[in-house]
């Protein structure tokens, strides 16, 4: 009952039950090793935080145990030597609070949820209470045998050995306590090792299980899948074979099965598929020749027409070239009248600048002119000013003269009067000589101002002479500059002229221009047509070809349809 059950599920719920399965099997193996792990993990995380810390520090308190006799041996051997019994004293105490600090830390370890018996903790509590008294014991010894100077170190010794019984009843309380971390370890190490056995044991147990369930699904699944498949596959082969006229009985109801139906299914439409290829097989020869004939007449149109096309073509060209030739003389006409428009408008430029030097020359002569005539009255207004100087030159020579007379009579006078007329006569004697002086510097003043008349006489020539050259400069070069107007002014208009006149062979290169793209597209068009006229012939070609290949097909198909089997 199962077994048609399962024959009946999807391809695809076999194989998901098989991994299911299989996926069960394998959850079932994971749990139990990782259940086993987390507790092996827990225990070795407790190993490492109780029981070892535990051993370690009981092995620790023996070691110190041990320092604190070596200390103790090494202070009673230096007596008399009191910076070394301090020294070593001081060491022991370090090690004491040492020691102190791990029985606190041993304590509270076995107070925590560690399997300890209570004689353990009783040994660890009576070794604290002993090494307290060692500790008192052996300071107030050191004491006395640091500030002695008639002890010995067997007289230390002797003093020492009621005290010597803490401390061995210090370590045989920390003995017990290592044997028992020992013990605690073993007893953790069996429980793992125990678990893991048991794991592998659970795990084999599964893991045969699981592979033999797997084989028994496996070709459970196998046979389900591999039988119909078998069977599909010799009807697919029978199909190839051009058989047609059977079914394959389908007993599932799964993807193969599905499979199996739509195979049949497939069978049935080749079947009326083929039935209709082998009736259009006739029409499709029949087609063929009509197709055969109409493709020969298309050939010789297509022929005419590429020749008329292939005509024009030439044509066209022709007339693109003659276009082209027009527009490159257009072209060169355009540019030499470029050139010269160019180069009148350059001249322009310059006329318009010596026509501008012209006028500013103008301006300076005239600027000249008016400076020399400038000249020429302070030049003559230099003349009569010396002219008056001269005047005054001709007043003072009269007034020496007179000064001179008077002189000569005032020494006459005093020649008359004598003894008192001797200091008149002194002063007429200087007034004589300073009015001869005065005459001298007049007449020295006079030919001077004579110098300086004639001189500026000669210049107020040069000047007049310099004026009047410089009028008939300005005269020629108003003349200049009116010339030079006037050729700028006909400058301009030939200028305007040639700008007008290249503007039009632009108009006209342009206007070319566009007929000669007109005109290859017109021959690039009238290609494209001759193109296709010569496609259509190859293709009219190509039409008579294939209506031949497909009367020839027609009369293959017929046979290659006659080997199938229709008719059950």
């Not at 230099?382 to 005032?410: D, F, M, P, R």
């Not at 040639?498 to 007929?515: E, T």
């Not at 793209?517 to 494209?528: D, G, L, T, Y």
């Not at 209506?547 to 089997?565: C, E, I, K, P, Y």
Request: glycine residues 4%; charged residues 20%; aromatic residues 4%.
């Amino acid at each position: 009952m199962w077994l048609s059950s399962f024959r009946n599920l999807s391809l695809r719920k076999k194989l998901v039950a098989g991994f299911l399965f299989t996926s069960l099997i394998t959850l079932l193996i994971g749990g139990k090793s990782l259940i086993t792990l987390s507790a092996n993990t827990k225990s070795i995380h407790r190993l490492q935080e109780v029981e070892l810390a535990l051993l370690v520090t009981a092995e620790q308190l023996e070691i110190l145990a041990l320092n604190h006799r070596r200390y103790e041996k090494d202070t009673f051997l230096n007596i008399g030597k009191p910076d070394k019994q301090q020294n070593y004293l001081s060491k022991f105490n370090k090690v004491s609070e040492k020691t102190q600090t791990l029985l606190s830390k041993a304590t509270a370890l076995l107070e925590s949820d560690i399997k300890v018996s209570p004689e353990v903790k009783q040994a660890l509590a009576q070794s604290q209470s002993a090494y307290g008294n060692y500790v008192s014991g052996f300071q107030q010894i050191a004491e006395q045998v640091i500030v002695s100077t008639t002890l010995t170190p067997q007289d230390a010794n002797k003093l020492m050995m009621p005290i010597k019984d803490y401390i061995y009843a210090f370590e045989e309380g920390i003995g017990k306590l290592t044997k028992e971390a020992e013990a605690l370890i073993a007893e953790v190490t069996r429980e793992m090792a125990a678990n893991s056995s048991q794991t592998r044991f659970i795990i084999g147990i599964f893991v045969l299980a699981g592979v033999a369930c797997s084989i028994v699904l496996g070709v459970i699944i196998s046979l389900a899948i591999s039988r119909p498949m078998t069977q599909a596959t010799s009807f697919a082969e029978r199909l190839a074979a051009g058989d047609f006229s059977s079914s394959l009985p389908s007993y599932h109801n799964d993807e193969i099965g599905q499979c199996i139906q739509a195979l049949n299914r497939m069978s049935e439409q080749l079947k009326t598929t083929l039935r209709q290829v082998v009736d259009g097989v006739t029409t499709l020869n029949v087609s063929s020749s009509d197709l055969s004939t109409i493709a020969t007449q298309m050939d010789t149109e297509a022929k005419s027409t590429a020749s008329t096309t292939d005509e024009v073509a030439g044509a066209t060209g022709q007339m693109t070239m003659n276009i082209d030739s027009v527009a490159g003389a257009v072209e060169e006409s355009f540019t030499n009248v470029s050139m010269v428009a160019a180069a009148t408008e350059e001249m322009a430029a310059t006329i318009d600048n010596l026509a501008a030097n012209a006028t500013q020359a103008n301006s300076i002569s005239k600027e000249a002119v008016q400076q020399a005539t400038d000249a020429a009255e302070l030049m003559s207004s230099l003349g009569k000013a010396a002219n008056e100087i001269n005047q005054v030159t001709e007043t003072i020579t009269e007034i020496s003269e007179q000064t001179n007379l008077l002189a000569l009579n005032a020494t006459i006078e005093s020649a008359r009067a004598g003894e008192a007329g001797k200091g008149f006569a002194v002063v007429a004697n200087e007034i004589k000589e300073l009015a001869k002086q005065t005459a001298s510097a007049t007449m020295d003043i006079k030919n001077r101002v004579s110098g300086v008349q004639s001189t500026t006489q000669k210049a107020v020539t040069q000047i007049n002479h310099v004026a009047q050259v410089i009028t008939s400069i300005n005269d020629i070069i108003s003349g200049i500059a009116t010339a030079v107007g006037e050729q700028s002014v006909a400058t301009r208009e030939i200028t305007s002229n040639i700008s007008q006149a290249s503007a039009g062979l632009h108009d006209v290169n342009a206007n070319i221009g566009n007929s000669a793209q007109i005109a290859q597209s017109i021959a690039e068009k009238i290609v494209f047509v001759n193109n296709s006229t010569e496609l259509v012939l190859t293709n009219s070609g190509s039409v008579r070809q294939r209506s031949n290949d497909l009367s020839d097909l027609a009369g293959q198909l017929h046979r290659t349809v006659s080997v199938f089997t229709l008719n059950s």
